[in-house]
């Protein structure tokens, strides 16, 4: 391996583990800018975050959203699409897919998901996914896991959930295969008025230190929304807005590391 790619994979290794590996439970710039604290919030990107709290999704949605990884010049970018398809009286189904790297190491993500309510306060989910690793030097892998969510709500402003991806350390594939990340997080939302929504998450990898997440956001004006939050482990802060028009939601932000610099991200997400 020349030393341009290696440096390319070694900056990528870094920056999938500061990301969560590929992003598991993070998807969305809402999400990323509040500290990537995804876990108990119902939006179409909880298809991804936490197939649990689908359930509670009203409307068929459609949402897509990109990050670009402390721009840099090779193109290390993640890129998510998410839609969630409510069906009357049997829950709803989510469909997500997720690509993460470059054309030196990549991973891509299919999942297939549904949350169904058990009460009006608990809802459970699922999702079968399929794991593609690629790399110019090693080859290719696929690999079959799935994730598990739960999400309780025991007031209306409150909202607790929980989700593991590959709780069975399923491996990638490849011919020096290595296992992917079992990742178990937990977090609440809480609104404490109509204007701000607070959230607080921790993230375990098994194979890493424990991850504390943080966000909050403020609800100014009626289309508008401003957002901030903290990632320890490596440290980080995120900042964000998000616009709504109608039955469009435009969020954008940005995560700072001190030494690796920013990493902005984009989504949209259409409500029917």
């Excluded at 290794?13 to 969560?20: E, K, R, T, Y």
């Excluded at 709803?92 to 993460?100: K, Q, R, S, V």
């Excluded at 790297?101 to 299919?110: H, Y």
Aim: glycine fraction near 12%; include cysteine.
């Amino acid at each position: 391996m020349n030393p341009g790619k290696l440096l390319t994979c070694a900056i990528l290794c870094i920056s999938l583990s500061v990301h969560a590996q590929t992003g598991y439970s993070d998807a969305g710039a809402s999400a990323n800018s509040m500290g990537n604290t995804g876990i108990a919030n119902p939006d179409v990107f909880s298809a991804q975050n936490n197939q649990a709290a689908m359930a509670f999704a009203e409307n068929a949605s459609l949402g897509i959203s990109t990050q670009n990884y402390f721009l840099m010049d090779e193109g290390l970018n993640a890129f998510y699409a998410a839609g969630i398809i409510p069906v009357q009286r049997a829950g709803n189904f989510g469909i997500t897919a997720h690509y993460t790297g470059d054309a030196t190491f990549n991973q891509t993500k299919i999942g297939l998901g549904y949350g169904r309510k058990l009460a009006d306060v608990l809802a459970i989910g699922v999702q079968l996914d399929y794991v593609g690793t690629n790399t110019s030097e090693v080859g290719n892998g696929t690999a079959f896991t799935f994730d598990i969510g739960v999400l309780y709500k025991p007031t209306k402003t409150l909202s607790i959930g929980a989700k593991a991806f590959n709780p069975v350390r399923v491996k990638n594939g490849l011919e020096y295969a290595e296992e992917l990340p079992a990742i178990i997080t937990a977090g609440l939302q809480w609104q404490p008025s109509e204007f701000v929504r607070v959230c607080l998450e921790g993230e375990q990898n098994i194979d890493q230190d424990l991850r504390i997440k943080t966000g909050i956001e403020y609800h100014i004006i009626d289309v508008l929304y401003l957002r901030g939050g903290y990632i320890s482990n490596p440290s980080m802060f995120t900042t964000g807005i998000g616009l709504k028009l109608k039955t469009f939601m435009l969020d954008a932000g940005a995560q700072f590391h001190q030494q690796l610099g920013v990493t902005p991200g984009v989504s949209l997400q259409y409500a029917f």
